[in-house]
């Protein structure tokens, strides 16, 4: 809800009369006492919730947290703007789609100041990052930034900015773009790729981890 801040629906409430019903008398329906009302900030922007708005965010959290459950790991998704500027944010929301051809997809919050430059792109590259790059998650989940000041990167075949020193890239071109609720999905098919052994940055229920390899099950 952006911005919402829209008329406060009233409760509705039948007044009844202590000396019960009777057809002559009139009976009123009030409107006067506004619902409940949880105000908070969300990336700048004031979220008003009405109805049962404590219900409304402890469902959230919980779902939240249940998806926090599956350990990801973390990417910097990066394209070109109308006018040639490098764009780009963190994400977690990357998966493989399909082998071949070789498809992969992420989803961008609609809010995202840079949805348009995303749609509008002719294509994108997925930068997967090392356990050394906490800081660089930090910077580009940062709406409020320069977020490639001091950040090294040379151009992927569409232009989107392959960032160096990373875990691995995938360079794509868009292949589709659907609206999945409050998210865009992007398809991207891979037209290049590259990695190297390291260790990933891993995020799960909230916070950063790192790659504890598991011993034999004995
Ligand atoms: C670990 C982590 C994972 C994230 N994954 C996503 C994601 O998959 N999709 C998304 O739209 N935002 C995701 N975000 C939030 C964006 O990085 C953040 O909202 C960013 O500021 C958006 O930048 P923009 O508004 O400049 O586009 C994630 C943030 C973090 C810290």
Same mark, same amino acid.
């Given at each position: 809800m952006r911005n919402h801040t829209g008329p406060v629906e009233g409760g509705s409430r039948q007044h009844?009369?202590?000396?019960?019903?009777?057809p002559h008398r009139r009976r009123y329906v009030f409107n006067a006492r506004p *619902?409940?009302?949880v105000i908070y900030m969300k990336k700048n922007i004031i979220h008003v919730m009405e109805g049962n708005p404590t219900a409304e965010v402890n469902a959230m959290h919980n779902y939240r947290r249940a998806l926090?459950?599956?350990a990801t790991g973390i990417t910097i998704v990066t394209a070109l703007d109308a006018q040639g500027k490098p764009v780009g944010l963190t994400a977690n929301s990357f998966t493989s789609v399909s082998l071949k051809p070789?498809?992969?997809?992420?989803s961008l919050g609609k809010e995202s100041k840079n949805a348009p430059a995303f749609l509008e792109a002719e294509g994108f590259c997925v930068n997967?990052?090392?356990?050394?790059?906490?800081?660089?998650?930090?910077r580009f989940a940062n709406?409020?930034?320069? *977020?490639y000041e001091g950040v090294d990167w040379e151009p992927s075949t569409c232009g989107a900015p392959k960032l160096k020193g990373v875990a691995a890239n995938f360079?794509?071109?868009?292949h589709s773009a659907i609206e999945a609720g409050d998210h865009y999905m992007f398809l991207g098919e891979v037209v290049?790729?590259?990695s190297q052994i390291v260790d990933p940055l891993l995020f799960v229920a909230g916070s950063y981890a790192r790659v504890e390899r598991a011993s034999a099950a004995s």
């Open positions: 009844k009369s202590r000396l019960g019903p009777a *619902k409940a009302q926090g459950q599956f070789r498809l992969i997809s992420w997967i990052l090392t356990s050394r790059q906490q800081v660089l998650s930090d709406g409020g930034i320069d *977020k360079e794509c071109r868009l290049e790729y590259s």
